[in-house]
């Protein structure tokens, strides 16, 4: 409560459960140390904000397999957000969104991810805008604070679009979001059958 807001209560209600914000899901501690690794490895690479046919716009990225104790612990409690029977690609998957960039509505391939996304952010607040694909105006908004978990799954992953709000559009209602820059480390399973 105070995370969602959404076009209306009984879309609300249909996306209960499929779409969801974890706040402090991540203790201060460990999102310092997450950085640190990450850090060296994000640095490396220039900022992209000319693939404008891209879904990404501002942002490097790169992807992890083997993470230190931090990034385990984490990682291990994201996997509980997978069903059993799907859990999460061992490949993960680190987006830095430049306080300037932005993600624009896309919905994950359905080749490479299966039922379930799953992100921590890190450093910025930001909002994620789901949008209905049959129907526009239908839409849930999650306010991603630092160290916050955010699960999309079932119908909220395939039938709405989502999105990181740039900075001149980031509200949360009424409320700015001030953009700065934003790590999020982003699980996936991988598409079954
Ligand atoms: C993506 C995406 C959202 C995020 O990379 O496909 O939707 O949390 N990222 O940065
Ligand atoms: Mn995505």
């Known amino acids: 409560p105070g995370l969602l807001r959404a076009s209306s209560p009984a879309l609300e209600q249909r996306l209960r459960g499929l779409a969801l914000v974890r706040p402090g899901f991540v203790s201060r501690g460990e999102q310092e140390e997450l950085l640190r690794e990450l850090e060296p490895l994000l640095r490396r ?75 921590v952010s890190l450093l910025s607040p930001s909002v994620m805008r789901l949008v209905s694909c049959q129907a526009p105006g239908q839409w849930l908004e999650l306010l991603l604070e630092p160290g916050s978990l955010y699960i999309l799954r079932g119908a909220a992953r395939y039938d709405f679009t989502h999105e990181i709000l740039p900075e001149e559009a980031s509200f949360f209602g009424a409320q700015p979001v001030p953009r700065g820059r934003r790590v999020a480390i982003i699980c996936r399973n991988a598409p079954s059958g």
């Open 45 to 119: 690479r220039p900022y992209q904000f000319d693939h404008w046919d891209g879904a990404i716009c501002g942002y490097r990225e790169t992807e992890r397999w083997h993470w230190g104790a931090v990034g385990q612990a984490v990682l291990g409690r994201v996997a509980a957000a997978f069903p059993p029977e799907h859990p999460p690609q061992p490949l993960v998957h680190v987006l830095d969104l430049h306080p300037r960039g932005h993600v624009r509505p896309h919905v994950d391939s359905v080749k490479f991810c299966g039922c379930t996304i799953a992100g």
